[in-house]
């Protein structure tokens, strides 16, 4: 059974994320941005983060036609929910769910 409130979007687009605290730093983790909603998004980090953290997401692909209504942000602050590594395609990445910060 479901128990999401709002419809996730099957979306593959390259991000670049820092912690909130670092912005004005070099120091920024790639990865891939899965699928998107309203209220977050998953993605597939290069790196994992403690839940409660507040990154800085920045989108460096493509929306594929998505907008800011149905949840895809070029640029957004968003708590981690929750980091889980994951082998993909051979290399650990870190599956996160994050849940947009409203400013």
Same mark, same amino acid.
């Given at each position: 059974?479901?128990?999401?409130?709002? $419809?996730?979007? #099957?979306?593959?687009?390259?991000?670049?994320? /820092?912690?909130?605290?670092?912005?004005? /730093? /070099?120091?920024?983790?790639?990865?891939?941005?899965?699928? @998107? @909603?309203?209220?977050?998004?998953?993605?597939? =980090?290069?790196?994992?983060? $403690?839940?409660?953290?507040?990154? !800085?997401?920045?989108?460096?692909? *493509? *929306?594929?036609?998505? /907008?800011?209504?149905?949840? %895809?942000? *070029?640029?957004? =602050? #968003?708590? !981690?929910?929750? *980091?889980?590594?994951? %082998?993909?395609?051979?290399? !650990?990445?870190? #599956?996160?769910? =994050?849940?947009? !910060?409203?400013?």
């Amino acid at each position: 059974m479901e128990k999401r409130a709002n $419809r996730r979007h #099957a979306i593959d687009t390259a991000i670049v994320c /820092s912690h909130l605290a670092t912005v004005g /730093s /070099s120091e920024t983790v790639d990865g891939r941005l899965r699928n @998107c @909603c309203v209220n977050g998004i998953h993605a597939e =980090l290069k790196a994992g983060y $403690r839940a409660g953290t507040i990154l !800085v997401v920045r989108a460096t692909g *493509s *929306s594929r036609g998505y /907008s800011q209504d149905e949840g %895809f942000r *070029s640029l957004a =602050l #968003a708590e !981690v929910k929750w *980091s889980l590594p994951r %082998f993909v395609e051979g290399n !650990v990445c870190y #599956a996160t769910g =994050l849940k947009y !910060v409203m400013v």
